[in-house]
């Protein structure tokens, strides 16, 4: 999706193994957003982000940190991976927070083995 | 939590036909957005219609919005193959910071 790329796209990981994904962004987006995708669940949200070193957490933010020293990129890092935790995570960037519509990346596809 | 919940969880029409989804969520809102996401692929934002608004249109989709229900529906006229998709809404949290997502309805457009 333009402007909003994750890294990797896939990855299978090991029980217990710290995991991080990135998002980075070309928009210049103040709020940036870590959802996990589940069946039956919609997107969840993890933690968001309204600024350089500006975080909070979402709805299912156990288990997970985040970091964000540079505008353009946000990080979500598994500290100590469980299957509970393989999903496909999306990031989302947005100029002004809930008022306008978010832009997607195209998704992490992360399995805990 | 807030959530929106969309209805059918399914749908599967012919190409041609028009496509109904609606959508309940529980407590008042300032914003509610539809979003569209193809197999594999990220949310693809289609519309956000305010709490002051009862109608959007973009293209071929409508959306309504009645807040003395706590309801909304999207239709898409005219369905192509192209449409089949999962379709998701989104109500913002009452922070205001966020939007909180439905499961969603897989529609299918058969040719």
């Known amino acids: 999706d333009a402007g909003i790329t994750q890294s990797p796209r896939h990855k299978v990981t090991e029980t217990g193994t710290p995991v991080t994904l990135r998002c980075h962004q070309t928009e210049n987006h103040r709020y940036m957003y870590w959802y996990r995708q589940d069946p039956g669940h919609g997107l969840r949200l993890i933690h968001y982000s309204y600024g350089v070193k500006d975080t909070d957490k979402g709805e299912v933010s156990d288990g997970y940190s985040v970091s964000r020293s540079k505008t353009e990129d946000f990080l979500l890092t598994l500290e100590s991976a469980t299957s509970s935790q393989t999903s496909v995570y999306f990031c989302a960037i947005s100029d002004r927070g809930s008022n306008y519509g978010y832009t997607f990346g195209s998704g992490t596809r992360l399995t805990v083995v | 939590s807030q959530q929106g919940e969309e209805d059918p969880q399914a749908l599967s029409i012919q190409e041609g036909e028009n496509a109904t989804m609606n959508c309940s969520y529980k407590?008042?809102?300032?914003?509610l957005q539809w979003y569209r996401q193809n197999s594999g692929r990220g949310l693809v934002h289609l519309i956000l219609i305010r709490s002051n608004e009862r109608e959007k249109h973009s293209g071929r989709l409508r959306v309504t919005l009645d807040t003395s229900k706590k309801s909304s529906s999207l239709l898409i006229t005219a369905s192509r193959a192209a449409d089949t998709a999962s379709y998701f809404c989104a109500t913002d949290d009452p922070t205001g910071q966020n939007f909180v997502f439905g499961p969603g309805t897989r529609l299918s457009v058969l040719p």
């Open positions: 407590t008042s809102i300032n914003n």
